[in-house]
């Protein structure tokens, strides 16, 4: 069944095909077959649906989050926002309310926070296990994950649980409890952090993961400088997230490599670290995502446009840079782009992009223009969210 949207002020491809004004898209089977200006659409669509002159992206690609929890951290959050700062150890918190969850019920959060985030726009999910800590919460998180998201990570290594012996507990992660996982997985990932775990730890994990057949992420210098970056890179991770504390050659490392820098602004926000340096890390040639880091401990939103509208505003990226960063850099992230390609590196639809062969996975806009997102910030923008050519989403 194909459908010919028309209607279209401005369709940002994010590609190499640019902006295309009064423009018109053409999907079948959940991918997309032409995209051009609206007076040389093919005929003979099944389908004909007028946007009524509104923008349309790529959904957005949300390469971070921790969607699996359940309770919240409002009280530690309140303190922050006193005066005490930031540190891994509320995650255990969060790991009692996980553990004491049914299945039944860490199901329909997940569920509930998907449908949120496609209510802003978003088309794209990863997720990761790491806050249950043990064999049987993580196997668990990550079965739930698999029935909801896009992609999955293994984050065992997220804290050493209280009363564990950390060396004990980093056996445990990469043997009984990454065998219950991995089936379930498509990465592993470490918060290589002072609090969490250290590099000789976090290589130990990655490693094992690697061996398992699971691509590498890793949580890095989002606390302070450390070696996140450099064991991201040097483990070929497709992704370090956070990276506000970034050295020189960090920034040069990260520059000359695969790996993906991932911004999580309303993280910076949430935990009143400093913003990860966007600016530098575009300038000087790196590949640079924005996600949002849903997570009960730094960053309670799936909001997509509240973190593109702060790396305008406050990170200084320019709009077309934050579009690229949140739709083809999160695609990236997540090895399912291809630059100028349809198809992503495993020849599956391209995610992020609007180009003949990609997913068919859209945001529309209530607004003539993107730059709305910025310009309007906070205001209710999403007007429909399509994933896979069918329409999820309609304010
Ligand atoms: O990405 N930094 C580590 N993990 C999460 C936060 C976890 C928590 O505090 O619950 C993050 O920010």
């Not at 509208?309 to 090895?335: M, P």
Request: proline share 4%; charged share 20%; aromatic share 4%.
């Amino acid at each position: 069944m194909s459908t010919l949207l028309t209607g279209i002020s401005e369709l940002r491809t994010v590609s190499e095909l640019g902006t295309i004004k009064d423009a018109a898209l053409l999907m079948d089977g959940g991918v997309i077959e032409w995209v051009g200006v609206a007076a040389g659409a093919p005929a003979g669509a099944d389908d004909t649906v007028d946007l009524g002159g509104r923008a349309v992206l790529p959904g957005w690609v949300d390469s971070h989050t921790h969607m699996v929890f359940d309770g919240d951290r409002a009280a530690e959050f309140e303190a922050r926002m006193a005066g005490e700062s930031y540190a891994a150890g509320g995650i255990a918190v969060t790991m009692e309310a996980t553990r004491s969850a049914s299945t039944e019920r860490l199901h329909q959060l997940v569920a509930e926070r998907v449908a949120a985030g496609r209510a802003g726009g978003t088309t794209t999910f990863e997720t990761k296990t790491g806050y249950g800590l043990n064999v049987a919460s993580e196997a668990e998180a990550a079965r739930v994950a698999a029935s909801h998201v896009d992609d999955v990570t293994f984050l065992g290594a997220h804290l050493v649980p209280p009363g564990a012996d950390a060396e004990e507990y980093v056996t445990e992660v990469v043997g009984p409890m990454l065998d219950a996982v991995k089936d379930h997985v498509q990465w592993i990932d470490v918060f290589c952090e002072r609090g969490a775990f250290t590099e000789e730890q976090s290589r130990r994990v990655l490693e094992a993961g690697k061996n398992a057949g699971l691509g590498v992420r890793v949580h890095g210098n989002q606390l302070g400088e450390g070696p996140g970056v450099r064991l991201a890179v040097e483990m070929g991770a497709a992704s370090v997230d956070h990276v506000n504390y970034l050295s020189d050659a960090d920034i040069e490392l990260l520059a000359g490599s695969d790996t993906v820098a991932t911004l999580l602004p309303a993280c910076d926000l949430s935990t009143r670290e400093q913003l990860a340096p966007g600016r530098a890390l575009i300038d000087a040639g790196a590949t640079v995502a924005i996600a949002s880091n849903l997570n009960p401990g730094t960053s309670f939103t799936s909001s997509m446009n509240f973190c593109v509208t702060t790396a305008v505003l406050q990170q200084r990226l320019t709009l077309d840079e934050a579009i690229a960063a949140a739709t083809t850099g999160g695609a990236k992230a997540l090895r399912r782009h291809n630059v100028g390609a349809g198809k992503d590196p495993q020849g599956r639809p391209a995610k992020g992009t609007l180009v003949p062969g990609a997913a068919a996975d859209l945001h529309v806009l209530d607004a003539a223009s993107a730059i709305n997102l910025a310009y309007r910030p906070g205001m209710p923008i999403t007007w429909q969210t399509w994933v896979g050519g069918e329409k999820v989403y309609s304010a």
